[in-house]
């Protein structure tokens, strides 16, 4: 089993849709979570951080349920700009090592 | 302007032939990281360190070296690339010691080996 598992995609949504993803982790001494963004190859980029209170900016809310280790991510209201691949990862800092996993990413196409 | 920046941006070599990716950061960070990208697999850590002359393995850290003699600076050496290294690889740096928290990620360094 991965360390990190995402659902791979592609999410084809039209502009204005609402999308959500899904991330879980097998290890549950992992201690911090985050969302990336990348687009087309370039460097993955910090999306947002993932906290189990929640945490909002603008159209995103993540969100963190760690007894079911899982993390989410939710999009409102689609931008054709929001198109790109969402990397969720987990670093395992502590007594495991201070290891960084990312999961191998959802595809997101928004159309006009 | 803060930033990672890796040297070079693409490198086409040969089986066997030493080379070295450098990684530098302006940014005072404690923890540096290499990873590497294939389709399908996403990153994957091949080693962090998180300060200076501390480095330790990551997931994939078969056939790398590093080392970490200045803070800012975290090369990547390949001592006999080997085909299957041929990679999209990826340096990153964050404040915190332990890649706790934000990473920053350089512009990556295409690599392929014949």
């Known amino acids: 089993r991965k360390e990190v598992e995402q659902d791979p995609g592609p999410f084809n949504v039209p502009e204005g849709a609402t999308v959500a993803f899904n991330c879980t982790y097998s290890n549950s001494a992992s201690q911090s979570f985050f969302w990336y963004r990348q687009d087309c190859r370039k460097e993955p980029k910090l999306l947002m951080s993932?906290?189990?209170s929640g945490n909002e900016d603008g159209r995103f809310t993540a969100q963190l349920n760690r007894a079911s280790q899982y993390i989410s991510l939710l999009i409102r209201d689609s931008k054709l700009s929001d198109s790109a691949t969402y990397l969720c990862v987990v670093n395992m800092g502590g007594t495991g090592g201070f290891k960084t996993i990312f999961g191998a990413g959802t595809r997101l196409f928004v159309k006009a | 302007e803060a930033q990672v920046t890796q040297n070079p941006r693409y490198l086409i070599t040969v089986t066997g032939k030493k080379l070295t990716v450098t990684c530098s950061q302006n940014?005072?960070?404690?923890?540096m990281s290499w990873y590497r990208q294939d389709p399908g697999l996403g990153l994957r850590q091949i080693y962090y360190?998180?300060?200076?002359?501390?480095?330790d393995k990551g997931d994939v850290p078969e056939g790398y070296k590093v080392s970490r003699k200045e803070k800012r600076n975290f090369p990547l050496i390949l001592e006999s690339p080997s085909p299957n290294q041929t990679s999209l690889y990826f340096c990153a740096s964050s404040f915190s010691p332990g890649g706790t928290d934000t990473q920053y990620f350089g512009p990556g360094t295409r690599l392929t080996v014949l």
């Open positions: 993932v906290y189990s």
């Open positions: 360190s998180m300060n200076v002359e501390v480095t």
């Open positions: 940014m005072n960070h404690e923890y």
